[in-house]
Each structure stands twice: as C-alpha cells, then as structure tokens.
C-alpha cells in the first residue's frame, strides 16, 4: 500500500519543497494540525489585491502533506485567491467522491492513490487548507488597510 501511495511522482513534489520557507512580511499566514497523526501546516501569502504574489509554507508531516504544499507553492502565484479555494474544493471532492481532476492542475494525478486509504485523506488536503485560511487572513487584513 504505502508503494502506491508514496510513487515517483510523490516523492519529487515533495522532495521539490517549491515554496519551503518564510516570506519576509506576509499579508496573511495560518497554521493547521492534524490531531490524529500530528502534521502541522503553515502557509504564508502575500496578496496584490487579489492575485497571490507569493507563497511559501513549512511542513511537519508525512511525505503527502510536503507534496501537496510544494504542489500548490508550485502553481499559485499570479493565480487569484478564488482560483486556489475552487482547486482546493475539487481536491476534496476528487479524493473523497471520485470527483474530477481540477483543471490546470495535472500533478494532482499523483495524489489518485490517496483515493482508496481514507486514512491518508486528511495528509493531501492539509496544505490546501492552511492556504485557504492564509489567503482569508491575507484579504480580511488587505481590506483593513485599504479602509
């Protein structure tokens, strides 16, 4: 089982570790645990209205959770804050109800074994939310500056 979960694909993302670190000054950040196997995701964003100009994140967790931040580090700059929370619900939908790969996003094919361990569920979707949440607190904060 853990072959199949923890293939090629997986191991490069997470080896990657695109986004690991701190952004100097990030306009929002927030820290989500998995109580049931101890991850702990941080996220950080910085946000030009409402386009992410930069991300970066630390991972305490399993070789799942470092992929799947690396893969949204990867891809989420210059998108739109809505554009990331859409993928993030078709993740959800993708590896809990057989949901559709979410468009623009082909290195999520390497999180379809994640599909039959419901236990391992949680590891993939983690980093999606603490970005979630950082991109909350990074506009809820841009909106108090610009008021």
């Known amino acids: ?9 997986i191991l490069d993302h997470a ?13 929002g950040r927030a820290t989500v645990d998995n109580p049931v196997c101890g991850d702990r995701v941080t996220f950080e964003v910085r946000l030009t209205g409402d386009t992410i100009e930069g991300v970066a994140h ?4 399993c070789l799942l959770c470092e992929a799947a931040a ?8 210059g998108l739109r804050t809505d554009q990331i929370r859409s993928v993030a ?20 094919q390497a999180f379809m074994p994640v599909k039959a361990v419901r236990s391992r569920h949680e590891c993939v979707l ?14 809820a904060s841009t909106a108090d500056r610009s008021a």
């Open 1 to 9: 089982m853990s072959e199949a979960l923890y293939q090629k694909a």
């Open 15 to 27: 080896r990657a570790a695109v986004g690991a670190g701190q952004l100097a000054d990030p306009h």
């Open 70 to 77: 690396s893969v949204i580090a990867a891809k989420a700059v």
């Open 89 to 108: 619900e078709a993740v959800d939908r993708m590896i809990r109800n057989d949901g559709p790969l979410p468009p623009d996003w082909p290195e999520l």
């Open 126 to 139: 983690l980093p999606f939310r603490a970005a979630d949440r950082a991109l909350a607190e990074a506009a």
């Open 58 to 61: 630390k991972v305490r967790g």
